[in-house]
């Protein structure tokens, strides 16, 4: 009786150690992280990052849908996870890394349109022709969306919320900017910036994914192969 409560009491850190190297990595390394699991977590999370950004940027100027809506950036997202999952990274880790890459696929398509209007759009005189307050709780900033017509009269497919206010009346003018190829929807001038400039709103992600990636790459060092089977006691 005494044996089989010792081994239960002798299994207990055994198994706390074990549940721990699964959910944060184990991390079996003394001092500063090893420099090549360093190197091949930002490269996972560089290459990861890249790949997600410029799939988006790809989509916008070639007109490509599917990749314009972020649904490239996804698939670069679930290859980065799976890698993880294959070096055996930590769980909480590769879900954070999981969160960071989806936000960053769903937030590149908009600052790729911006790129692609930054480097090629063209800045055109529009006339509004009726003003739409949108409501706070429904657009999260109170914002203004105008409906107007370009200089031969056409009506465009969008409304225009950058550069509508609230002072903004039917027969104003303001000025849109559009892509001379068409694959991005035109969008108010107001506030436009260089092609980075456009870029630099991803910033905060990228830096959080190439972070989470090199810490989940680095704590799924191990010194021996897990234990499959461990001997009876006796």
Known sequence: MRRVRHSAFAAEPHLTVLLRSMVWGPAEFVGPPPLRLTAKGFLAGGLAAGAIVGTAVA??????????????????????????????????????????????????PQSAAGFVLAERGRVESVVVTSVDGASAEVSGRGRYLCSVIDRNGVPMKVRIWRGCEQTTRPGDAIAVVYDVRGSVLPRGAEGGGSALDA????????????????????????????????????
């Open 199 to 234: 870029l630099s709103g991803l910033g905060g992600w990228l830096a959080g994914l190439l972070s989470a990636s090199v810490v989940a790459v680095v704590r799924s060092h191990r010194l021996s192969l897990p234990d499959r089977a461990a001997p009876a006691t006796p």
């Open 59 to 108: 989509g916008a100027w070639y007109g490509i849908p599917g990749l314009a809506a972020g649904e490239g950036g996804l698939v670069c997202a679930a290859l980065l996870v799976l890698y993880l999952c294959g070096v055996r990274a930590g769980r909480a880790l590769v879900g954070v890394v999981a969160v960071l890459a989806v936000c960053l696929a769903l937030q590149a």
